[in-house]
């Protein structure tokens, strides 16, 4: 350092330019060097967003979490303009080039975390368009025999779950259906979560006698294939059940406690795309 101070003129004009032209070096490089350390808020605002949405994104439901996806895009913005690779591009327009495309992959990360987090439909009270789309799909299929008919049930002690089964009886009705006026309070001897189609089938005494034995439910009948593809209008994916105490021309639709995700693949969906050929390989298990 003493041996460059020497080399610069004390006097005239060369002395002048070379200590402006040191200047300005030593403040770029203080510059460039606080940027290297100072962080930018956004980037722990953008963190904190999605280490909340990881842990309560279900329980906020898809508005509010399509929201805090745009506030974390947004908070971005400052941060990824100030990194050192856009400041110090030696034109404007290259800036703005950079700037652009460092956001750009900003945001797919962000929609790629918004998949990984994107919380699934939770029951509700259905719109007026649902409504449609359900009784479309039934629609179509009428019933089909007109001595079917359809009985929706729910557990006893869960009323959540009985006044979520209360709206498809209107629903079924509306479509042509046969369907009981009045949702049933039921304790089944194998109950599950999310909703069940029990059609007759199995042995009664042999399954009262193995926890293991059950009863073929025809996955290519038209009622239940229709009921499915109802319920897939609202992103649900029913199952099937056998029940021998049922007659032979009726279906208990049973709404049980709601699943985590109800749109999850069931044995009876995978079986369906399997039978309809969007499934390839052995039937599924």
Known sequence: MEAFVADIPQWGREGRRIRRETARELARQLMVNRR??????????????ALGLMLIAPKIGREVTGAVLVGMGACLIHPIWKLGFAQEAPTVTRRWIRFLC?????????VLFGLY?????????????ERTAFEDALRAEQGGDANLEVQIACPSGDERACVYA??????????????????DRLSLTRASDGITALR??????????????GGYVAINEAHLLAVNKAFE?????IDSAADPDLGENEMLLYVGPEKDNESEPTHLSRSIEWFTGKRTGPFPQ
């Open 36 to 49: 290297k350390r100072e962080w930018d808020a956004g980037w722990f605002l953008a963190a904190f967003m």
């Open 102 to 110: 460092t956001m750009f992959i900003g945001v797919i990360v962000v």
């Open 117 to 129: 987090v994107w919380p699934p439909i939770r029951r509700h009270s259905l719109t007026a368009k």
């Open 166 to 183: 209360g709206q498809f009886v209107e629903l079924f009705g509306r479509a042509g259906w046969q369907i009981h006026p009045s949702v």
């Open 200 to 213: 007759r089938a199995g042995n009664k005494a042999q399954m009262a006698q193995h926890w293991d034995s």
């Open 233 to 237: 209008t609202l992103h649900i994916e």
